[in-house]
T-cell receptor, first 113, second 111 residues
Framework: DSGVTQTPKHLITATGQRVTLRCSPR?????VYWYQQSLDQGLQFLIQ???????AKGNILERFSAQQFPDLHSELNLSSLELGDSALYFC????????????FGNGTRLTVT | GQQVMQIPQYQHVQEGEDFTTYCNSS?????IQWYKQRPGGHPVFLIQ???SGEVKKQKRLTFQFGEAKKNSSLHITATQTTDVGTYFC???????????WGAGTKLIIKP
């Protein structure tokens, strides 16, 4: 158990809809990362927060947004969903915002129909 | 931009054979991390290397960081079915703290 909690585990929704994915980092970790992994593909970095502030942005679409709250949990909002957004979305946390190992949650599997 | 190339994409081995995956960076890295993702699972941190020429071992796994800190390898001796999964490397530099990920190498054990 990595100590990172992601909810929900599975999400099935229709095109055009909006969903929110939630992540609670490991106790004591200040950094939260979001990754997208399409079927049998690599990890695409979306965004990173450190202690409530956006730290780095990757290939995150404008339809996607995220935030980290004062209690350090994070939410990833995906809107105007398309079929191609179907993927596993992982949250990871680390102690610091650089060079620290990442601890991944179990992921949220999003299916857009 | 910065890239980390990882090869091979797939490797099929008989159980008991060795396995190696390689990562090459376009720039000098300050550290490199290795992760394993089992089928249906999430990436799990294995190890971090920070020193030039560093070699670390975890049982049958040997990790190396090149002298120039631009390449790294993971070698598994005598593979077992529990080794099945995808192995990812990820590196960062002193100027860009963001982790740059390799595409992963999928280890498949032939039946």
């Amino acid at each position: 158990d990595s100590g990172v909690t992601q909810t929900p585990k599975h999400l099935i929704t229709a095109t055009g809809q909006r969903v929110t994915l939630r992540c609670s980092p490991r106790s004591g970790d200040l950094s939260v990362y979001w990754y997208q992994q399409s079927l049998d593909q690599g990890l695409q970095f979306l965004i990173q927060y450190y202690n409530g502030e956006e730290r780095a942005k990757g290939n995150i679409l404008e339809r996607f947004s995220a935030q980290q709250f004062p209690d350090l949990h994070s939410e990833l909002n995906l809107s105007s969903l398309e079929l191609g957004d179907s993927a596993l979305y992982f949250c990871a946390s680390s102690a610091q915002d650089w060079h620290s190992p990442l601890h991944f949650g179990n992921g949220t599997r999003l299916t857009v129909t | 931009g910065q890239q980390v190339m990882q090869i091979p994409q797939y490797q099929h081995v008989q159980e008991g054979e060795d396995f190696t995956t390689y990562c090459n960076s376009s720039t000098t890295l300050s550290n490199i991390q290795w992760y394993k993702q089992r089928p249906g699972g999430h990436p799990v941190f294995l190890i971090q290397l920070v020193k030039s020429g560093e070699v670390k071992k975890q049982k049958r796994l040997t990790f190396q960081f090149g002298e120039a800190k631009k390449n790294s390898s993971l070698h598994i001796t005598a593979t077992q079915t529990t080794d099945v999964g995808t192995y990812f490397c990820a590196g960062s530099t002193d100027s860009n703290y963001q982790l740059i990920w390799g595409a992963g190498t999928k280890l498949i054990i032939k039946p």
